[in-house]
């Protein structure tokens, strides 16, 4: 358990303390679970009456906030982001590996650099090379000639298929596929004829990806991940798709092939969207977006009929179903006036 006096925190986080500097934390709750001894924030006023109740020993919370707090607090601009930097000050998150364990199978040719974990049943084929300080979880498997970066994590059961590339300190969780076959396939009379897959998945530095997420490899070109991005668990990024930097892709969402995707883009969970287009830098596309066509222009966009009962739901539908023949009446009135 890691403990911190009050102050410490303030210098460590840049963050104005207020009240006793020699308070203990040793962890970080939200403000219902709060107990003394461990630290909260306050990121949106709305929340501001739950402070009342709080049994935190203290709060990170903005300035105009202070009044509505009894106790000790850490004042900044933004208490969300300095959460998310106080959490990985104590976070007790074990490391996947520890050690080269006995059990792991490593060919004789895989490059290693210094202070490499590997755990236990993993498998490492020829011609791969780990940077310094690459973890590699239990029951991995990393194919022919990848390269994987200094200070990359791979969770437990992770496969990163032959000739991949993955960056600098990157995070992969557990049951994500790197580098499978993309889904390409030529019909010839009705018959499904195979299209080897020859091209690599590229990951850039800095990148997150969650569990059971798959990153199918280039069909010629390369499938290609930005500096920066985050993508959540079980995602389906198919063959050939370029997606930059910073963007970040929540949970659930499918991408068809060929599809590019600009820096700095936020795709909502569970969004499909199609393939041999391009969407601009900068695009937000909400939960369960159905994108269709290319994006040109920064901006947010949605699709879909939120949900209604069931009753309202089936008129709805009935008058999309009608919006044809509707649009030849208005029409047909127009011309009339």
């Known amino acids: 358990m890691f403990a911190f006096r009050l102050e410490q925190l303030a210098e460590k986080l840049d963050a104005?303390?207020?009240?006793d500097g020699d308070l203990i934390i040793t962890g970080v709750a939200s403000m219902k679970s709060a107990i003394a001894g461990q630290i909260t924030f306050l990121s949106d006023k709305k929340l501001q009456n739950q402070l009342i109740s709080c049994k935190a020993s203290a709060v990170v919370m903005t300035q105009d906030s202070i009044e509505h707090w009894h106790g000790a607090a850490l004042v900044v601009k933004d208490p969300y982001l300095t959460y998310a930097k106080l959490a990985q000050s104590l976070d007790t998150t074990p490391s996947p590996a520890y050690d080269i364990a006995p059990s792991a199978v490593i060919d004789s040719t895989t490059k290693l650099g210094n202070n490499i974990a590997i755990g236990a049943n993993a498998v490492i084929e020829s011609g791969v090379v780990l940077g310094d300080n690459c973890v590699i979880g239990a029951g991995c498997f990393i194919g022919k000639n990848t390269v994987i970066g200094s200070g990359s994590?791979?969770?437990?059961?992770?496969?990163?298929y032959h000739n991949c590339v993955i960056g600098k300190n990157c995070?992969?969780?557990?049951?994500?596929?790197?580098?499978?076959?993309?889904?390409?396939?030529?019909?010839?009379?009705?018959?499904?004829?195979?299209?080897?897959?020859?091209?690599?998945?590229?990951?850039?530095?800095?990148?997150?990806?969650?569990?059971?997420?798959?990153?199918?490899?280039?069909?010629?070109?390369?499938?290609?991940?930005?500096?920066g991005v985050i993508i959540d668990n079980q995602c389906q990024i198919a063959h050939n798709d370029i997606i930059g930097d910073h963007?970040?892709?929540?949970?659930?969402?499918?991408?068809?092939?060929?599809?590019?995707?600009?820096?700095h883009c936020l795709i909502g969970?569970?969004?499909?969207?199609?393939g041999h287009m391009e969407i601009c830098d900068q695009v937000t596309v909400t939960g369960m977006g159905m994108v269709m066509r290319p994006i040109s222009k920064p901006g947010i966009y949605s699709s879909g009929i939120p949900l209604q009962e069931n009753k309202v739901w089936r008129k709805t539908a009935s008058l999309v179903l009608h919006i044809d023949e509707m649009n030849k009446r208005l029409k047909a009135l127009e011309k009339k006036q």
């Open 16 to 19: 104005k303390l207020h009240g």
């Open 269 to 274: 969970g569970a969004s499909v969207i199609n």
């Open 171 to 227: 995070l992969i969780q557990s049951g994500t596929v790197i580098g499978a076959d993309g889904f390409g396939y030529a019909n010839d009379k009705g018959k499904w004829i195979k299209i080897p897959q020859l091209g690599r998945v590229v990951i850039g530095d800095n990148v997150e990806i969650g569990a059971s997420t798959t990153i199918d490899r280039g069909a010629l070109d390369d499938t290609i991940i930005g500096n």
């Open 153 to 160: 994590k791979l969770w437990a059961n992770v496969s990163i």
């Open 247 to 263: 963007t970040a892709v929540a949970g659930g969402v499918i991408m068809a092939g060929s599809l590019t995707i600009g820096r």
